[in-house]
C-alpha cells in the first residue's frame, strides 16, 4: 500500500514543534451546522473547547442494563483469554474490553441513537461509522490511569487515519466524580497538533494500551495549554456523557477511591476518513482497535436502549 503524503508528522527522531491544525473542527458550513440536536451555542462551545458535556443525558433505567452486562463481562473467565480484553499491567483485572459493539448486541444498537448520531452528522457533515469501540474499567482502588495524549495522534500515525473528522463520545456507566480518576481535558487543545517523539516499534499496542509511553506530548507542551485555559474535569452520575474531539489531548489519573468508574467509548468517524496505511510504518492494528474492512454508514434506530430478543424456536 502506497502512503500518501503526511500533513501530520509525528513519532519521528527528530522533535518537532506543534503546529496549528489543519482541518476544520466542525466540518459541516452555514447552514448545515445549525441543523440537529445540537444547538448553535453548543456547536460554537465545541469549536472553540474541543467538548461538550451532558449531564445525565440517559436515565437511570437506560443505563442499568448496560451496568449489569458490564459486570457480567469483568467476571466472564473466559473473555480474559480474548485479544480485544486489555488486562492490567500489575493486577489481574480487566482495564479495557475493545469492539464492544461487536461482542454485544445491545451496545451495537446504542451506537445508532439517533440522538448520538445526529450530534455526528452535524458537526462531521457526512455520513459516519465506528472506528473504535471500547470499555475502560477502573476498579476502586486498584484502577490505573491513562497519560496524556491525543487520540487523533495515534489513529493517524499508528492506524492511517488521514483527517481530524472523528471524535470521541464517552458515556459514564458508573459515576465519575473528583476521586475516582475522570477524565481531564485541555480545553483548546484540539486546535495545534503536537508531534511526539520516537519511532514507533511492531504491534505496540500489546504495551501501549496497558500503560501508554509514546504518544505522550511534551511535558512544556502540556505546561504552555493549561495556561491558556486550565484543565477541566467533566463530573457527573452515571448516564452523562462526555463528547470530545478526536485531537484534543486528554488524561486521567488513577483510581485511588473506593468507587469504580466505568465508562463507554464510541469513536465516531466520518466516512471520507477512512483509514489508509499507518503513517508511522507499522502494520495495521487489529480490527477490533482501528476499524478498515466493514465500514458501514450507521442507520438510526428506534428505542435505541433496548434489544429485542427473538422467541426461541
Known amino acids: ?15 518537532r514543534a506543534a503546529f496549528e491544525r ?13 441543523k440537529g440536536p445540537l444547538s448553535r451555542d453548543q456547536v460554537d462551545f465545541y469549536e472553540r473547547n474541543g467538548y461538550l458535556f451532558f449531564d445525565s443525558f440517559f436515565s437511570p433505567e437506560e443505563v442499568k442494563p448496560f451496568l449489569d452486562d458490564l459486570e457480567d463481562y469483568g467476571q466472564d473467565p473466559n473473555l480474559k483469554s480474548r485479544d480485544q480484553v486489555i488486562i492490567e499491567p500489575y493486577a489481574d483485572e480487566i482495564r479495557s474490553i475493545f469492539g464492544i459493539h461487536e461482542l454485544s448486541p445491545r451496545f451495537d444498537r446504542l451506537t445508532r441513537d439517533p440522538r448520538l448520531l445526529g450530534m455526528a452528522r452535524q458537526l462531521l457533515d457526512s455520513d459516519v461509522y465506528i472506528h473504535q469501540s471500547r470499555i475502560n474499567y477502573k476498579p476502586g482502588f486498584t484502577g ?18 488521514p483527517r481530524m473528522r472523528c471524535f470521541s463520545l464517552s458515556i459514564l456507566l458508573t459515576e465519575n466524580n473528583q476521586y475516582n480518576g475522570p477524565l481531564m481535558l485541555l480545553p483548546g487543545s484540539h486546535r495545534w497538533f503536537v508531534p511526539t517523539h520516537g519511532r514507533t ?32 474535569s467533566p463530573t457527573g452520575p452515571a ?45 495495521p492494528r487489529p480490527e477490533f482497535i482501528a476499524t478498515r474492512s466493514s465500514v458501514r454508514p450507521l442507520q438510526p434506530v428506534t428505542n435505541p436502549t433496548t434489544v429485542r430478543v427473538a422467541e426461541p424456536a
Open 239 to 283: 448516564g452523562s456523557v462526555i463528547l470530545f474531539e478526536c485531537n484534543t489531548l486528554h488524561a486521567s489519573a488513577n483510581n485511588l477511591s473506593p468507587w469504580p468508574r466505568s465508562n463507554l467509548f464510541f469513536v465516531y468517524n466520518s466516512v471520507e476518513n477512512r483509514l489508509e496505511a499507518p503513517y508511522c510504518g507499522t502494520r
Open 201 to 232: 516499534p511492531e504491534e505496540n499496542w500489546k504495551a501501549s494500551l496497558k500503560n501508554q509511553t509514546l504518544g505522550v506530548p511534551a511535558a512544556d507542551n502540556l505546561q504552555a495549554m493549561s495556561e491558556n485555559a486550565g484543565l477541566v
Open 22 to 34: 489543519l482541518d476544520p473542527v466542525v466540518w459541516s458550513d452555514e447552514p448545515a451546522r445549525s
Open 144 to 161: 490505573n490511569g491513562f497519560n496524556w495524549h491525543s487520540d487523533f495522534e495515534t489513529w493517524h500515525s499508528e492506524d492511517g487515519m
Open 1 to 15: 500500500m502506497t502512503q500518501v503524503h503526511d500533513v501530520y508528522p509525528t513519532r519521528l527522531e527528530d522533535k
